[in-house]
């Protein structure tokens, strides 16, 4: 689920794996009214035209890396140079969840 400034939006994306290489994603977008404004359709667009298009990059890069001998598990991509070619936001998503987790089995 994702949440952007401005009017009160949801954008709840699905991922879900369609074969050992392929995966089906689908966008459902929540908004105010019927019609997204003009800054909506600009978020609604980067999130296609540009963070799509990196995530996508990615994960076949790690999808084609995977079916190598060289990995039997697989990493998240860390650029501590801040080149935005990275997932530190996963990172600590993941993090958040573990430590709910822990806090759960106490």
Avoid: W
Wanted: overall charge negative.
């Amino acid at each position: 689920m994702m949440r952007y400034p401005g009017r009160s939006s949801m954008t709840i994306l699905n991922i879900i794996p369609a074969g050992p290489d392929r995966t089906l994603e689908t966008y459902d977008f929540f908004l105010e009214t019927k019609e997204p404004n003009e800054s909506e359709v600009e978020s609604i667009r980067y999130l296609d035209e540009v963070l799509q298009a990196e995530d996508i990059a990615i994960v076949e890069s790690v999808q084609k890396g995977m079916s190598t001998a060289a990995f039997d598990s697989g990493c998240i991509v860390n650029d501590p140079d801040g080149s935005g070619m990275s997932e530190h936001a996963v990172h600590h998503f993941h993090g958040l969840v573990l430590d709910a987790y822990k806090l759960a089995a106490q």
